[in-house]
């Protein structure tokens, strides 16, 4: 599976930004999809996950004000992000876990949100 993330930008505190991820390969269905993000200098964290079964998870720093979607039949993963602050800018990379085997993990190449005040 490959991922390609698009949708990153500079964008003010208080917009909004949509990042897309498409992936190739075969069963998309059957994975579950995560943004996660990494600003400089902190490590990687979980943003949103949206598994094989529709259920979603976000991180409490942007409940309430993002949404993760999927499209099964484009194989695509969107996360709309919201009332954007300071805190959001970081690299954003799109995760592919396959359901039933943890050592099918993948990433895209991240794409870059930076959120000026």
């Not at 993002?66 to 709309?80: A, H, P």
């Not at 876990?97 to 000026?116: E, F, I, K, M």
């Amino acid at each position: 599976v490959q991922l390609q993330a698009s949708g990153g930008g500079l964008v003010q505190a208080g917009g909004s930004l949509r990042l897309s991820c498409v992936a190739s390969g075969r069963g998309f269905g059957s994975y579950d999809m995560g943004w996660y993000r990494q600003a400089a200098g902190k490590q990687r964290e979980l943003v949103a996950v949206i598994r094989s079964s529709g259920m979603t998870t976000y991180a409490d720093s942007v409940k309430g004000r993002s949404t993760i979607s999927r499209d099964n039949t484009k194989n695509t993963v969107d996360l709309q992000m919201n009332s954007l602050n300071a805190e959001d800018t970081a690299a954003y990379y799109c995760n592919a876990q396959y359901r039933v085997d943890v050592s099918r993990n993948y990433w895209g190449q991240g794409t870059l949100v930076t959120v000026s005040s």
